[in-house]
């Protein structure tokens, strides 16, 4: 019999590497912003510094090649056009800083897919480990795929982790951040080659004017400014982040992360394009180790 699309479900792939050097540091810390203009730059910039380390959201890299897997029919049961992708939702987990250089050795799985009417939502979980089989990082990635729904399935999943609405007073601390209108371009070099983010042609497949900055990139920037508010700027205090991709950001848009102290070890926060007004990052929250 020809596999169905509940044969997806509980699906785990063999594993995979992705290996890394510090040049593969540098070039995502300098993608989401980090600049030998700021404090504590050489720490994520400059390889023979002693503190040397990447952001928090390098975690979201090493997993990335399940896309590649999903959209060539490797997965029985789904057939996913990447044009029609979206991401819609990231959560990370650090069970243990990355060094600067290394290999690891992934598994993703498809946790459940949900029926949403107008596309499908997918629930891909990779599971990461060192040369030593530690895990050392957990992500949960929420893809919508746009008309892929209205199958009839369940509409909600016990594998969803929430994010939590930002609170109706004044954010505690605002932080701004200019993008560059090569962003994308630069951002894209760390492993996200979607042509959605690079190829006018390929954006317009999806209702865009021009192609759009990664929403991970928007997520690298967001949670570095937390890092900075609240966790003296060291990557190893960041242990947890979710986040949802609300809205999309060009290229050359100014963002606003504006971050609320929910208790010790939670900050929640949200970011907001300037230019428009509309909350690109929704529902975030970022776990403290103190």
């Known amino acids: 019999m020809a596999p169905t699309m509940q044969d997806a479900i509980g699906y785990q792939s063999q594993p995979y590497t992705f290996s890394y050097s510090c040049k593969d540091i540098i070039l995502y810390n300098l993608a989401v912003g980090s600049s030998t203009l700021d404090k504590d730059s050489l720490s994520f910039l400059y390889e023979n510094n002693t503190l040397f380390s990447p952001l928090p959201t390098f975690g979201v890299l090493p997993g990335l090649a399940w896309l590649d897997t999903l959209v ?19 959560y990370l987990k650090i069970m243990k800083p990355l060094p600067a250089e290394g290999k690891l050795t992934n598994v ?22 060192n040369e030593e089989g530690e895990i050392v990082l957990i992500n949960q990635v929420s893809l919508f795929i746009v008309g892929a729904g209205g199958w009839g399935g369940a509409r909600s999943s016990s ?8 609170p109706s007073r004044a954010p505690d601390v605002s932080l701004e951040y200019q993008t560059s209108v090569d962003q ?3 951002y894209r070099l760390t492993g996200d080659l979607n042509p959605l983010h690079i190829s006018p042609d390929a954006a317009a497949l999806l209702g865009f004017k021009t192609p759009i900055l990664h929403g991970l990139c928007s997520l690298g920037i967001s949670v570095r400014q937390v890092m900075a508010a609240y966790a003296g700027n060291n990557p190893a205090r960041v242990c947890e ?3 949802r991709m609300s809205k999309p950001v060009l290229p050359g848009q100014r ?3 504006e971050m609320w102290l929910e208790d010790e070890e939670t900050v929640l926060f ?16 970022v776990k403290i180790i103190k």
Do not use: Y
Request: hydrophobic share 45%; glycine share 10%; aromatic share 2%.
């Open 108 to 129: 993703f799985k498809i946790q459940d897919m949900l029926d949403k009417g107008s596309g499908m939502v997918l629930l891909v979980e990779v599971e990461s480990r």
């Open 241 to 243: 982040v979710k986040v």
């Open 159 to 166: 594998h969803t982790i929430d994010v939590i609405k930002s």
């Open 270 to 285: 949200r970011t907001q394009v300037m230019e428009t007004e509309e909350i690109c990052l929704a529902g975030g929250w």
């Open 72 to 90: 060539n029919g490797g997965v029985p049961g789904i057939s996913v056009d990447l044009a029609k992708v979206l991401h819609g939702e990231q």
């Open 184 to 186: 994308a371009a630069l």
């Open 255 to 257: 963002l606003k992360t």
